[in-house]
C-alpha cells in the first residue's frame, strides 16, 4: 500500500508561483512513476507532468516551460513548482503514483490563480 499526501496549495496573483509536494508513505519502493494531475471546475482531471522513478520527466504542452516537476531522491517527496501561473491555471492538483500495476492518489490540494 501506498499513500500520498500533497500540500502547498493556496491563492496566487497571474504571474506568480507556488511549489506543491507529495509525500508518499508505505511501500515507496514499489514506486514506478509519479505524477501531478488537475481538474478544473466543470473538466475532466488531466496529466500535467511524470517523472519516473530513474528521472526521466514529462509535460503536457501547456505548462512546457513554466512547470518543473522534481524529487529529493528516487521516489519521494515529489514537487511540482509552478511559475508564471495563468488563471487557466486554477484547480484541484492531485499527486498520483503508479506501483505495481496499481494507481493510488492523493486527496488533493487547490490552486486559485487570480487575474
Known amino acids: 500500500q501506498v499513500q500520498l499526501v500533497e500540500s502547498g496549495g493556496g491563492l496566487v496573483r497571474a504571474g506568480g508561483s507556488l511549489r506543491l509536494s507529495c509525500a508518499a508513505s508505505?511501500?515507496?519502493?514499489?514506486?514506478?512513476?509519479m505524477a501531478w494531475y488537475r481538474q478544473a471546475p466543470g473538466k475532466q482531471r488531466e496529466l500535467v507532468a511524470t517523472i519516473t522513478s530513474s528521472g526521466s520527466t514529462n509535460y503536457a504542452d501547456s505548462v512546457k516551460g513554466r512547470f518543473t516537476i522534481s524529487r529529493v531522491n528516487a521516489r519521494n517527496p515529489v514537487y511540482l513548482q509552478m511559475n508564471s501561473l495563468k488563471p487557466e491555471d486554477t484547480g484541484v492538483y492531485y499527486c498520483?503514483?503508479?506501483?505495481?500495476?496499481?494507481?493510488?492518489w492523493g486527496k488533493g490540494t487547490l490552486v486559485t490563480v487570480s487575474s
Open positions: 498520483n503514483a503508479v506501483y505495481l500495476g496499481k494507481d493510488c
Open positions: 508505505g511501500n515507496i519502493f514499489t514506486i514506478n512513476t
